[in-house]
């Protein structure tokens, strides 16, 4: 049986394809991309001559059971158009059809936007929420911002450049003026971070139209907006005398449910 690799491609810069992806897509037999067109580029670039089948989501209810008709007989590759398959693109249709016919699914890992624009970011890196695509309607979107908006980790989500600006404000009238990392071009010519406030960065792309690739990262939730240290501290002693949980036990527990950081709750462990 074939085995189904998911290959990640540059985002921008065409430099940013690794060796392994490389062989990978000399090696199989057939490349199933969400536009040729665009793919055949990267393709021609690294010398590929494997053959290119377009599977996206205008195609995906019917090309599906044909590539995974294929995968029994030989391998294949997936890639998007920038960035890893499977990730907010109609790749994981075909995953779910692959490992249910029993394949193999192989991720070659590489490029990403979304977390490329959260390392960069100057934001907490260790608990993060990604969100795809925010809603195109103004009355969706705040409607998730409000189910997301007491959550202490940072937010992640893409966003287009004529959506922008109305997204900047639905976030700032349910989130508050939260800081913001606004990641846009990544890996091209023409790269930028805004940092700062959600206001300053919605007073930035008003003055200056957006263009290009948007990845936002959006701080959580302030912990003690959530949990007050002082209720921190009462239900960390109430759990240290019931002595149910090793330290690092309930450390983790409490870090889960309050969104308090571990080393925090270690030192208070301590001082108690």
């Known amino acids: 049986m074939g085995k189904l690799f998911l290959v990640a491609t540059p985002i921008g810069n065409l430099e940013d394809l690794s ?12 490349i199933a991309a969400e536009d040729t067109r665009t793919s055949g580029v990267l393709l021609k670039h690294y010398d590929i001559e494997t053959p290119l089948t377009p ?9 599906t059971s044909t590539l995974v008709d294929h995968l029994n007989r030989n391998d294949l590759a997936l890639i998007s158009d920038a960035g890893t398959p499977a990730v907010n693109d109609p790749g994981f249709v075909l995953v779910q059809a692959a490992l249910r016919a029993g394949h193999q699914v192989i991720p070659i890992p590489g490029p990403s936007a979304p977390v490329a624009a959260l390392s960069a970011s100057g934001l907490p890196t260790d608990r993060f929420i990604y969100l795809g695509y925010l809603p195109r309607k103004s009355a969706a979107r705040l ?9 202490p980790w940072t937010l992640v989500c893409l966003e287009t450049p004529h959506r922008l600006v109305d997204s900047l404000e639905d976030c700032e009238a349910v989130l508050g003026n939260r800081e913001i990392t606004v990641a846009r071009e990544l890996t ?12 300053r960065a919605r007073e930035h792309f008003q003055a200056n139209a957006p263009r290009g690739e948007i990845t936002l990262v959006i701080s959580g939730k302030d912990p003690d907006e959530i949990w007050p240290e002082t209720r921190l501290v009462e239900e960390l002693k109430r759990e240290l005398l019931n002595e149910k949980l ?11 449910r309050s969104g308090w950081p571990r080393s925090r709750i270690y030192d208070l462990m301590q001082e108690l």
């Open 55 to 63: 599977y996206h989501d205008h195609n995906k209810k019917n090309k």
């Open 19 to 30: 060796f392994r992806a490389v062989r990978i897509l000399k090696e199989v037999p057939l």
């Open 188 to 199: 091209k010519l023409h790269e930028e971070f805004i940092r700062g406030s959600i206001s």
């Open 143 to 151: 409607e998730l911002l409000e189910q997301i908006k007491d959550l």
């Open 246 to 256: 090793s330290p690092s036990q309930l450390a983790k527990s409490l870090s889960v």
